[in-house]
């Protein structure tokens, strides 16, 4: 599986969102209406709009990106290792502008791909989405706009382990575990993403959680290609 990947042309991210204001009645009147509409479907058994408003920082119109951590395979002393680096700020622009600038400085050829796990209907599109909110140009990589499904070459792992079946969503941490990968007990998950930021301003707390899951994926892509897990020496966080 994957024996053609050069693994060392991928780029492998995750990205932490919030709500665009942590509280329901912080929104204005008009984006309180749009949310009602947004969230319809999700207001069953007597909830509103303002219940389910958590749900909020999953959508790119209601929400915003705090951090993207990113991953790379390279080789150091003839030894693979991977490099972690996170991109997080309170101004999303200046996470976005810092996230395409490593995009356009050294995956700006054709031949590279991003990886991330339900990256195809999250991450990628997401992003995008937030750029363009922000007024910014897509870099090359993003700019998949009216391509079929198969002329996107990105991997998603998610994807990858449907194997063509559509039914079911496997998680990243399932996966790791029924794999076997090693994976740290963190403090928080993704439902605490919002509240860590808003209540505790702890970006680095976050972007932590979210280097952890771009390792992650990395070893899970590695075990799709039947090849060996990196070890902790052989992680650097840059």
């Known amino acids: 599986m994957l024996d053609n990947l050069n693994i060392e042309k991928v780029l492998f991210l995750d990205i932490e969102t919030v709500p665009q204001e ?13 949310w009602d509409q947004k969230s319809a479907y999700f207001q069953k058994d007597n909830l509103s709009a303002a219940d ?10 209601f929400g915003k990106i705090v951090c993207i ?14 490099k972690l680096k996170s991109f997080a700020n309170d101004d999303e622009k200046v996470l976005l502008k810092e996230f395409c600038d490593l995009l356009n400085s050294y995956y700006n050829h054709t031949g ?20 363009l909110i922000n007024g910014m140009k897509l870099p090359l990589l993003l700019d998949i706009a009216g391509k079929k499904p198969w ?7 998610m994807e990858l ?20 990968i090693p994976t740290p007990k963190d403090d928080i998950s993704g439902a605490d993403v919002a509240r860590v930021y808003y209540e505790e301003n702890n970006l680095e707390r976050i972007a ?5 899951d771009v390792l992650t994926l990395i070893q899970v892509l590695l075990k799709f ?10 992680v650097v966080y840059v």
């Open 22 to 34: 942590y509280k329901f009645s912080e929104l204005s009147p008009e984006v309180q209406a749009l």
């Open 52 to 61: 389910v408003y958590e749900r909020a920082g999953i959508y790119a119109e």
């Open 69 to 82: 951590s990113v991953g790379f395979i390279a080789q150091r002393q003839g030894e693979r290792i991977v």
């Open 112 to 131: 590279y791909l991003l990886c991330g796990h339900n990256g195809k209907e999250f991450d990628f599109p997401y992003i995008a989405r937030r750029l």
């Open 151 to 157: 002329e996107v070459a990105h991997l998603d792992t």
């Open 161 to 180: 382990w449907k194997f063509g079946d559509y039914k079911a969503f496997t998680s990243l941490n399932l996966l790791a575990h029924i794999f076997g």
């Open 208 to 212: 932590t959680y979210c280097q952890k």
């Open 225 to 234: 290609k039947g090849e060996p897990l990196l070890e902790d020496h052989q």
